[in-house]
């Protein structure tokens, strides 16, 4: 695949990305003792674009902080027929597309997850979930607090926040999408900077 790398000249604001369709329908267990356990999730039938869309795949140019062969985490509608390079040597099994710059939200190295201009990662902040009395179980989902997201991650470009501030967003902000990360389902949380209105101040 090494011979792919930056072979592929994006044209306008644009990157080239390789696509392994099977890649979202494995997940790996760790049952310990350096034992793991793989299952094959179903992703076929989900009326949700997010999880049986290309969501991630393999960078093939180089590209702001991330180069050639890292990880990427893409959005589920920028991988469709149109945007398909039709490239004689993309491996068996495989899809290479162009995919705008828009689109391009995460690189991830093992379990890292690097954050690109104008993207960072967080996570959605909850209420205290009240304290049962004594013999009365409580059962509620947590409630979100609205408009606000904690920060995991962030770029080095964007210097109004750290990792760990209360960010202050407009509703609807916090894009939710399933990617595999080290083998692994996991669900991250994109913050594009300019939905960010505000920092709260603790």
């Given at each position: ?5 930056n ?8 990157v ?7 890649e ?18 179903s ?46 040597d ?5 899809k ?23 993207y ?19 059962v ?9 997201l904690k920060i ?14 209360i ?36």
């Amino acid at each position: 695949m090494k011979a792919l790398y930056n072979k592929i000249k994006p044209v306008g604001r644009r990157v080239i990305v390789l696509v392994d369709p099977q890649e979202k329908r494995e997940h790996a267990l760790n049952l310990g003792e350096g034992k793991t356990l793989t299952l094959e999730v179903s992703i076929d039938y989900s009326w949700d674009g997010r999880v049986t869309g290309f969501t991630q795949g393999t960078l093939l140019t180089d590209y702001k902080n991330l180069t050639a062969g890292t990880k990427v985490l893409i959005h589920h509608n920028s991988t469709g027929e149109e945007n398909e390079v039709d490239y004689p040597d993309t491996p068996i099994g495989k899809k290479i597309f162009a995919v705008d710059e828009n689109f391009l939200y995460f690189g991830v190295d093992g379990d890292n997850v690097i954050c690109v201009d104008g993207y960072m990662l967080a996570e959605r902040l909850y209420e205290e979930e009240p304290v049962s009395p004594a013999g009365i179980i409580l059962v509620s989902e947590p409630k979100q607090i609205p408009n606000k997201l904690k920060i995991l991650g962030k770029p080095q470009s964007i210097t109004d926040f750290e990792v760990g501030d209360i960010a202050v967003v407009y509703k609807y902000s916090d894009y939710e999408m399933t990617h595999v990360v080290n083998g692994q389902h996991k669900k991250l949380i994109r913050l594009k900077y300019s939905d960010c209105l505000a920092k709260e101040i603790l």
